[in-house]
């Protein structure tokens, strides 16, 4: 069974290669950068559907991870985001929908539930995005539906919530935590636009990889939400860091971020049903951050 894998280089999906790899598939990496562990390889940009059409030829199912990723990144720059995460989006579905695709897991986002009505926010809460970004990741998922329901395309849409461990991204896009390790490594005070009670559902990458795999393995279709269950303030995650590297840099707050929500957290009842659930609390994914941020 091969598995044709988009942005299998990124941060995401070198955890999500090696999960399916020691699960036993066949995996193929098509991607603009060169994945960081030996496995069949295509460059290649999903903004064309010949490119990914022809490179898909062989696969039987599909783990669409490739897209922008940054809410601050897709506002400042909508037509790359819209054109990256809805027509980039399209092309996969499209291309699988001619090779004749088995499965495509398309990598959804809490972003697109907006502020939430009620929590723990599950797979029916209504999808209000507030930015950009969130409604970029909503597209795709109902063209996904609209597949299912003119061509049968199977397929499962994982809403990740906040994704953080080792090899996160760098760069004036990075999240808030690789920000925070950032600043404590350069003994700065940490940045926090709002008053920093916000909250957000913090699940481990590792994790994430797992919920892919088992979503590979499962013979359900829809949407399912991908975090812990539990949310943490910002200022939380800030004394969480500050406790695990024993070091206080103090906290400097800012005006909130546009579009930024007050609170989040998943229900993960559904995907329970998949035989999945998170293996690493916050604690112990911060732990193994640190460490992976100071000793790389």
Same mark, same amino acid.
């Given at each position: ?31 603009? %950068? ?6 069949? $390889? ?30 601050? %990144? ?22 699988? !929908? ?9 990598? *959804? ?28 990741? #909503?597209?795709?998922?109902?063209? #996904? ?7 049968? #395309? ?6 990740? $919530? ?17 920000? @925070? #390790? ?13 008053? *920093? ?26 949407? @399912? ?16 860091? $500050? ?9 400097? @707050? ?8 007050? !609170? ?28 992976? $941020?100071?000793?790389?």
């Amino acid at each position: 069974m091969r598995v044709f894998v988009t942005g299998g280089s990124g941060f995401i999906g070198r955890y999500v290669v090696q999960e399916l790899l020691e699960a036993g598939y066949d995996v193929l990496v098509y991607d603009l %950068e060169r994945p960081p562990m030996q496995v069949p $390889f295509i460059r290649g940009d999903i903004r064309d559907l010949n490119s990914v059409k022809n490179a898909m030829r062989e696969s039987q199912q599909v783990v669409h991870l490739a897209a922008m990723v940054s809410a601050v %990144e897709a506002m400042k720059n909508p037509l790359i985001a819209v054109e990256t995460n809805v027509t980039g989006t399209f092309n996969v579905i499209e291309a699988a !929908r001619r090779n004749s695709i088995d499965k495509v897991i398309y990598a *959804g986002s809490v972003a697109v539930y907006g502020e939430p009505s009620y929590l723990p926010i599950d797979e029916d809460h209504p999808t209000i995005p507030k930015n950009v970004y969130g409604a970029s990741k #909503l597209s795709g998922e109902s063209l #996904l539906a609209g597949y299912h329901g003119n061509y049968g #395309l199977n397929y499962i849409s994982l809403r990740f $919530f906040n994704v953080y461990g080792p090899y996160m991204k760098p760069g004036p896009y990075a999240g808030v935590i690789y920000k @925070f #390790l950032e600043k404590i490594r350069k003994r700065a005070p940490l940045t926090i636009e709002g008053d *920093g009670k916000q909250t957000r559902d913090f699940v481990y990458v590792r994790d994430i990889a797992k919920a892919v795999t088992k979503a590979l393995k499962s013979d359900e279709s829809g949407i @399912f939400n991908v975090g812990t269950g539990h949310e943490a303030s910002i200022i939380e995650l800030a004394d969480l860091l $500050f406790e695990i590297i024993g070091i206080d840099t103090g906290i400097e @707050f800012f005006p909130p971020r546009p579009g930024d929500i007050k !609170r989040s957290r998943a229900s993960i009842e559904k995907i329970s049903r998949l035989g999945w659930k998170p293996e690493v609390n916050l604690r112990e994914g911060l732990r193994r951050t640190v460490n992976w $941020f100071f000793q790389g």
